[in-house]
Every structure is written in C-alpha cells, then in structure tokens.
C-alpha cells in the first residue's frame, strides 16, 4: 500500500444513512468527502437538459462521456473538506435531490458508459487517501482496496421513513407509501443490475443503523478507521 492516509468506502442502500454518517466521519478525521451518487444524479441532469431521455442507453451514455471531456459535468472541491459536483459551471443544488432525480440517477447509473466516464473523477479524488467515499460500489469497484469498507444498511421502512422526513422537511410533497415504493424500487434496480450492483464486499465491515443514532455509527466509524490508520 502506497498511499499515505486511509482511503474509506462507505457503500450502502438509498436512505441508509450514508450521507450524514460520511459526512460527520470525514469532519471528524479531517478528510474529504466524495459523495458519488450526485455524479450520478448530475448525469441525469445533463441528459435532461439536453432533452435525452433517461431509457436511451447510447444518447445517455454519450451525454456522460461529452459532459465529462467537456468539463460540463465535474467534481470540484467545496467548502471545508467536502467536494461538490458541477453541471454547466453551477452547483446544481437541490435540483439534483428530487424524487425524480433519483430515480433518473438510478436509471443511469445502470449504464456501463455512465460508469465508466464517472471513475476517473472518483478515483483521483482518492488517490493520496485521507477521503472519505460514499456509493454503492465504492469498495467492490472504485477502491477495491480501500483501508476501511462499511456496508451501511437499515431495514426498508427504516429507511423509507428517513427519507420522508428529509424530503418533507425540505418542502417537497410526498407520501409515505410512496417513499416506502421508491426506496423499494431503487433497491431493486441498484441491486440487480448487470454491472457494479449495489453488494457488500466480502471484507466490508457491516454496519445496521436500524436501531442505532447517527451518533453512535459515526464513532463507531471513526474508531474502525483510526485502528486502521496506525
Ligand atoms: O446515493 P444517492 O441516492 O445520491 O445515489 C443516486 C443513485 O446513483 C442511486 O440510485 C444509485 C446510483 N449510485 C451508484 O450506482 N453508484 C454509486 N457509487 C453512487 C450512486
């Protein structure tokens, strides 16, 4: 291992908690955080504003491949050790957080092009270490060795039910039932698909946050790397 400081995936289920636990981990180790899915959910801006529609495999992967040389669709470093990604020059915000959105990032990211055109982004980001990447196939693809891998998962109503609160608590109309659905359904798509699926790594530590507060996952975390970090 050449790298000087711990590359940690943290990969795991929509709504499992992912984002507030590497969020907190890498503030609390100083390291920066990747969060991967909104490269996936820029791509399905890109295509959207470039009226392609999500179900054309080739015209997406092609606007992928375009937005990505072009530099239309980046990742660029943001405020305090967090990263953020770019579509069209502009942080795209919450647009890229809706319902819709993130069925169109689970649409695209089944595409192999799409994934392809996303890993040098994510793999540069993570090369010196000291960074923190939440995904789904951050520890059985883009960092196959990464120094510490979680698996971060919660029952479907757990998270189902996390999700409408965030979504509620931002304004946006929704129903439980209909979260329940679509967390449900991206299970589904992100877990059968034919390449990089959502799966735990053989030697991913597994973390269930069910019945866990965030602030008990955080220190756990935090402990596993820095046992690793000596
Ligand atoms: O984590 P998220 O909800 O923002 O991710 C949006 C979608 O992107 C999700 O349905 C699956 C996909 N994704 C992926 O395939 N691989 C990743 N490393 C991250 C996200």
């Known amino acids: ?18 984002s507030t636990v590497a969020r907190a ?29 999500w179900s054309d495999r080739e015209a997406v992967e092609r606007v992928a491949l375009d937005a990505v040389a072009s530099g239309a ?11 953020r990604v770019l579509v069209d020059g502009e942080d795209p915000k919450d647009a890229i957080r809706t319902p819709e959105l993130s069925m169109g990032a689970s649409a695209v990211s089944a595409y192999p092009g799409v994934r392809a055109a996303l890993l040098d982004a994510q793999r540069a980001f993570g090369a ?3 960074v ?13 060795d990464a120094e510490l891998k979680v698996y971060l998962t919660a029952s479907d109503e757990v998270r189902a039910r996390r999700r409408y609160d965030e979504l509620r608590a931002k304004g946006v ?23 990089a699926p959502l799966r ?24 596993l790397v820095r046992a690793r970090a000596r």
């Open 200 to 223: 735990r790594a053989d030697d991913a530590v597994l973390v269930d946050s069910s019945a866990m507060d965030p602030d008990a996952v955080i220190a756990h975390i935090v402990s």
């Open 1 to 18: 291992m050449t790298r000087p400081n711990p590359v940690v995936a943290i990969d795991g289920p929509a709504g499992a908690g992912k």
């Open 132 to 144: 923190v990447l939440e995904g789904r196939d951050i520890g059985t693809v883009v960092f196959p």
């Open 173 to 195: 109309e929704a129903s439980y039932e209909a979260t329940l659905d679509d967390v449900r359904t991206r299970d589904q798509q992100d877990a059968t698909r034919a390449i």
């Open 73 to 83: 669709l980046r990742l660029g470093r943001g405020d305090g050790g967090t990263t």
């Open 25 to 53: 981990v890498a503030r609390a180790l100083g390291y920066t955080l990747v969060d991967t899915g909104s490269l996936y959910r820029a791509v399905a801006l890109v295509a959207q504003r470039r009226g392609v529609n």
């Open 128 to 130: 010196d270490g000291a």
